[in-house]
């Protein structure tokens, strides 16, 4: 687990362009001992550990949780640990993956578990800063299809989303085969087992019913485990647990799936927009 760990490390360091000796000198280390951690040779202690992530800009306490539990080996490392992926979507991504229920809107976007790799390049290239590199979004885009494996696993979470209409009518895909090819991808997901996929009809488009970012619910079936919400913000995503909060988003769900076409009604209504867009 500690060479993992030492991946994290030396990547945020580097993100913060600080020489090993500068991050030695500011953390009361020697610059062996830096080497060493970065390199595996040793496991670094937590409480420098935990020095190291707030002096590289780690001030989140709940991110630097989800680092310390790996290195304690709480929890087993996964493709999300990877160092290139930034911390704070790396957590996100772990409790995702650990969920047992998955509940997603995204007004004006689809989510991204239904999102093809031509919906997630446009996506990543509208969200993201205006100098990402084109190697930058195809790597975005690459992490967005490879959550969507969650779909295929045996015993995989149960799977819920409503999907505004203007989502697959309107930008971010320019290009009309592209649309129809998204259309398409969720159709295709939505006769999965235990995938639910709804579209919500024309008057949720107004916003009268959810005035938010992009949410996603995950729940921990009987594991003891309190639910949490994620917000999808401009900045990245941020993790909830308050429970108030989170369960004013059940709410919210609640309400946008009551409003939306019937589940059993997704595959003619999507018939319908693909139609709209091959006129």
């Known amino acids: 687990m500690h060479t993992i760990v030492a991946a994290r490390l030396a990547a945020l360091r580097n993100a913060r362009r600080l020489s090993m000796k500068t991050a030695a000198d500011a953390a009361g280390l020697n610059t062996s001992t830096v080497y060493r951690i970065e390199h595996g040779h040793v496991a670094p202690r937590e409480s420098t550990t935990d020095t190291l992530l707030e002096l590289y800009g780690v001030h989140d306490a709940a991110q630097r949780r989800h680092v310390l539990a790996l290195l304690r080996g709480e929890r087993l490392p996964g493709w999300f640990d990877a160092p290139e992926i930034p911390l704070w979507l790396s957590r996100f991504l772990a409790l995702e993956d650990e969920a047992a229920e998955v509940d997603a809107y995204a ?38 299809l490879r959550r969507q ?5 045996d015993g995989g979470p149960r799977v819920r989303a409503v999907v505004d209409r203007r989502a697959l009518l309107d930008p971010p895909l320019a290009c009309p085969e592209d649309r129809v090819g998204q259309v398409d991808a969720i159709a295709a997901a939505a006769g999965r087992p235990g995938v639910a996929v709804q579209v919500a009809r024309p008057c949720t488009e107004t916003g009268h019913l959810y005035h938010g970012p992009p949410f996603t619910l995950l729940g921990f079936g009987g594991r003891g485990r309190p639910g949490v919400l994620v917000l999808h913000l401009l900045h990245g995503s941020t993790v909830v647990d308050d429970p108030g909060t989170v369960e004013a988003h059940h709410e919210a769900f609640a309400r946008l799936s009551r409003s939306a076409h019937d589940v059993a009604e997704t595959a003619d209504v999507l018939d319908g927009i693909r139609a709209e867009l091959t006129v």
Not at 109 to 134: D, I
Not at 139 to 144: N, P, Q, S, V
């Open 107 to 144: 007004p004006m976007f689809v989510p991204a578990l239904l999102q093809t790799p031509a919906y997630a390049e446009a996506t990543v290239r509208a969200c993201g800063h205006p100098g990402m590199t084109p190697e930058q979004v195809k790597a975005g885009a690459g992490t967005i």
């Open 149 to 153: 494996q969650l779909l295929d696993r």
